[in-house]
T-cell receptor, first 116, second 111 residues
Framework: DAGVTQSPTHLIKTRGQQVTLRCSPISGHKSVSWYQQVLGQGPQFIFQYYEKEERGRGNFPDRFSARQFPNYSSELNVNALLLGDSALYLC???????????????FGPGTRLTVL | EDKVVQSPLSLVVHEGDTVTLNCSYEVTNFRSLLWYKQEKKAPTFLFMLTSSGIEKKSGRLSSILDKKELFSILNITATQTGDSAVYLCAPFNNAGNMLTFGGGTRLMVKP
C-alpha cells in the first residue's frame, strides 16, 4: 500500500515568489495536516484539514494557506516567500476517528524548500 | 501555550546499551502522546499512548505514559547502529487538532 506522498521533493525559490506544495494521503484517510520543520527543530503545526474543511490552524502568518480536495489530497500555498520559510514541509495523514482515541498521524517524505 | 521538553538533547552510546529518552509536556485538551523516529526525512510512527501506566512494546522499544505527572519515556534495549536517529515526542491537542513536537533527542549508537 502506498504511504503518504508529497511533491515536489525539492524546490528552490527566491524571495517574494509563491510556492505550492502537494500531498496525497494514505488511501482511506480523510485528514491531512501540514507541518514546517526548520533544521534542528521539531516539526511545527501549520494546518489540519478534514473533509475539505480547515479544522486546525497553527501560529503562521496569512501568507500560508491550504486546501483539501474531494479526493482528500491537499495543497499548501505560501506567498511572498521569505528566507525564513526555508524548511522541510511535512504532510501527515490520519483517519481522524472521533471514537475517543487519539490520532495516529503518518508522515510523508516531505518537500525541502530553499528560499534564496 | 502548549509546551514539550525532551531530554537529553543528544546521546551517544555503544551497541548493546539500553537508553531511556524523556518527554515532559504541558498541553491543553490532551488526547494522546505519539513517539516518532526521524532518520533523514519523514518521521516514522512508533507508538501512540492514551492511557497512563500501560506499557506499549514493539521489539526492543517500549514506551509508557504518566498523565498525572505529564511525562512519557521511550526505552530502547540492546541498541543497534540502526537505532541512530532523532526521536520525537508529540502530544495531541484535541481542541486544535494538532501535534505539538518537542525538539527531539538525537541518539547516536556506535559499533
Amino acid at each position: 500500500d502506498a504511504g503518504v506522498t508529497q511533491s515536489p521533493t525539492h524546490l528552490i525559490k527566491t524571495r517574494g515568489q509563491q510556492v505550492t506544495l502537494r500531498c496525497s494521503p494514505i488511501s482511506g484517510h480523510k485528514s491531512v495536516s501540514w507541518y514546517q520543520q526548520v533544521l534542528g527543530q521539531g516539526p511545527q503545526f501549520i494546518f489540519q484539514y478534514y473533509e475539505k474543511e480547515e479544522r486546525g490552524r497553527g501560529n503562521f502568518p496569512d501568507r500560508f494557506s491550504a486546501r483539501q480536495f474531494p479526493n482528500y489530497s491537499s495543497e499548501l500555498n505560501v506567498n511572498a516567500l521569505l528566507l525564513g520559510d526555508s524548511a522541510l514541509y511535512l504532510c501527515a495523514s490520519s483517519l481522524m476517528r472521533s471514537s475517543g482515541r487519539g490520532n495516529e498521524q503518518f508522515f510523508g517524505p516531505g518537500t525541502r524548500l530553499t528560499v534564496l | 501555550e502548549d509546551k514539550v521538553v525532551q531530554s537529553p538533547l543528544s546521546l551517544v552510546v555503544h551497541e548493546g546499551d539500553t537508553v531511556t529518552l524523556n518527554c515532559s509536556y504541558e498541553v491543553t485538551n490532551f488526547r494522546s502522546l505519539l513517539w516518532y523516529k526521524q532518520e533523514k526525512k519523514a518521521p516514522t510512527f512508533l507508538f501512540m499512548l492514551t492511557s497512563s501506566g500501560i506499557e506499549k512494546k514493539s521489539g526492543r522499544l517500549s514506551s509508557i505514559l504518566d498523565k498525572k505527572e505529564l511525562f512519557s519515556i521511550l526505552n530502547i534495549t540492546a541498541t543497534q547502529t540502526g537505532d541512530s536517529a532523532v526521536y520525537l515526542c508529540a502530544p495531541f491537542n484535541n481542541a486544535g487538532n494538532m501535534l505539538t513536537f518537542g525538539g527531539g533527542t538525537r541518539l547516536m549508537v556506535k559499533p
